[in-house]
């Protein structure tokens, strides 16, 4: 008795591990980019594990993950050079 269904062997299986990295690579990207303009203090540290773990985890979109931690990573240095500018912990226009 077979509880599965067997596996095609036409359609190429990509694990879950994977496809769950390639999102993080992405949302690392989108937060990143976002979090340029809003919120860089709580979207940059996101920005950054999330672009972290998808490289850990081996994705496929190693670019995209490089870009979201660069994107994390500026979005920090736009907020400490506001802060300087301010000389306030936040930062407004």
């Known amino acids: 008795m077979q509880l599965t269904a067997p596996a095609s062997s036409t359609a190429a299986v990509k694990p ?29 540290p996101i920005a950054i594990a999330l672009a972290g773990a998808a490289l850990w985890r081996g994705t496929a979109r190693r670019g995209r993950a490089f870009l979201g931690l660069g994107l994390g990573i500026a979005d920090l240095l736009v907020l400490v050079a506001f802060m300087q500018l301010d000389s306030t912990v936040s930062w407004s226009f």
């Open 16 to 44: 879950t591990g994977r496809r769950d990295a390639d999102g993080m690579a992405v949302a690392s990207f989108i937060l990143g980019l976002v979090g340029l303009l809003v919120l860089n203090v709580f979207l940059g």
